[in-house]
Structure formats: structure tokens, C-alpha cells
């Protein structure tokens, strides 16, 4: 079976700090992950995926995720908050392919103060 | 990049009534859509497979005769609220596949649809 949890509902940061979504997921099949951004009243876009290749990957806007299969984990990073970062952000697994299911954790509010 | 339009972006109707909502993929053929309802602060739940051509694949407890879709073309695919009521008002999201890039995997989401049922 297929879950996703990402560990915080809500992240707080200054801007100019790093920023660190956590996301962990668990899967009967070597997973694809995907990390989406939701700005307020908005739909979603993708910042970027896993799919077997390369562990870490790089998105769009700085970003950045690891997948680490000993840790079951697939977190968002990215060196510096910027302001225009302030949104909910998803992570997502994909059942066995990346045409499979989608599977989607609850979000996780990003904040960044000035 | 691909482009999912979704219209209205804010529907405001009032009870019994009943809304459609459209989701077209502007520049790209999507065989498959996908229909989602966001609650406040809450995740994605998925509604409905919308296959073109084809009945749609309802999830568990989703009502088809009360949310009916369609898609009847390569771009376009309706979610109708028949009868809505306010506990029917919602955040609805659809997204696409893009049928020339599927092992991409990547789903591309419309803006969404703000239902407020009075």
C-alpha cells in the first residue's frame, strides 16, 4: 500500500534562511515522488520529480529534493526563502509508475517572514 | 508549458440547483483528467478517473449520479454538482495527463473552482 506523510503541517522561516519540508512515504513498489506548490486560491505546479534516476533533484525556483530509500524519504530543500516561497507544498508518490495512482500528503504551510 | 483551464474560477449558486464546471487542456491532448476536492486546509481528495470516451471511475464514497462527468472530447471534461447543496461547497481541482509526454508522469492542474452553495 501506498502512503505519504509529510511531517509538518506548518514551517516557519525568515527570509533568506534555508527552508526544509520534510516528506516520508511508503510504497509496495519502487516509487515516482513529486513535490507540488499551491499558491492561495490556485491549482497546483509541479516543482519537481523523482523517477529512478538520479537521487537528487533539482526543480524549479531553487529547489531541491532527496530521495533516500534506506530513510524512506523524499525531502524539499531549498538554501535560501524568498518571499514569493510562502505557499502549501505537497509531496506525492505515484503507485509503482508514473502513470500510477497518485497518492497525496496533507501539506504543509510555508511561511516566510520578512 | 502545458495549460489546464478550468471555468468558472467562483461559482456562487444557491440550493438544488445544479453547476457545471469545465476543465480544458489548452495545448495538449489528455486522454485521462482527473477530478479532486480540497477541503479548507486539507489535502487532495481524489473524485473521479474521467477516461475520454468512456464512463468515468468514481472513487469509493463519491456519488456519480451526484457529481456526473464527461468527457467527451480530447480536451475538455465536465464535473456537474447536480442538486448541490452547501455541504457541496468546495474547492474542486481537475488536472491532465498529457497524452504525448505520459512517461513523464507529471499532472498538469487546473486554477480550480470555488463552489460556495448558499
Known amino acids: 500500500a501506498q502512503s505519504v506523510t509529510q511531517l509538518d503541517s506548518h514551517v516557519s522561516v525568515s527570509e533568506g534562511t534555508p527552508v526544509l519540508l520534510r516528506c516520508n512515504y511508503s510504497s509496495s513498489y519502487s516509487p515516482s515522488l513529486f513535490w507540488y506548490v499551491q499558491h492561495p486560491n490556485k491549482g497546483l505546479q509541479l516543482l519537481l520529480k523523482y523517477t529512478s534516476a538520479a537521487t537528487l533533484v533539482k526543480g524549479i525556483n531553487g529547489f531541491e529534493a532527496e530521495f533516500k530509500k534506506s530513510e524512506t524519504s523524499f525531502h524539499l530543500t531549498k538554501p535560501s526563502a524568498h518571499m514569493s516561497d510562502a505557499a502549501e507544498y505537497f509531496c506525492v508518490v505515484s503507485e509503482g509508475s508514473t502513470l500510477g495512482r497518485l497518492y497525496f500528503g496533507r501539506g504543509t504551510q510555508l511561511t516566510v517572514w520578512p | 508549458g502545458a495549460v489546464v483551464s478550468q471555468h468558472p474560477s467562483r461559482v456562487i449558486c444557491k440550493s438544488g440547483t445544479s453547476v457545471k464546471i469545465e476543465c480544458r487542456s489548452l495545448?495538449?491532448?489528455?486522454?485521462?483528467m482527473f477530478w479532486y476536492r480540497q477541503f479548507p486546509k486539507q489535502s487532495l481528495m481524489l473524485m473521479a478517473t474521467?477516461?475520454?470516451?468512456?464512463?468515468?471511475?468514481?472513487e469509493q464514497g463519491v456519488e456519480k449520479d451526484k457529481f456526473l462527468i464527461n468527457h467527451a472530447s480530447l480536451t475538455l471534461s465536465t464535473l456537474t454538482v447536480t442538486s448541490a447543496h452547501p455541504e457541496d461547497s468546495s474547492f474542486y481541482i481537475c488536472?491532465?495527463?498529457?497524452?504525448?509526454?505520459?512517461?513523464?508522469?507529471?499532472?498538469?492542474f487546473g486554477e480550480g473552482s470555488r463552489l460556495t452553495v448558499l
Open positions: 474521467s477516461n475520454e470516451g468512456s464512463k468515468a471511475t468514481y
Open positions: 488536472s491532465a495527463r498529457d497524452t504525448r509526454r505520459l512517461h513523464t508522469g507529471e499532472l498538469f
Open positions: 495545448d495538449f491532448q489528455a486522454t485521462t
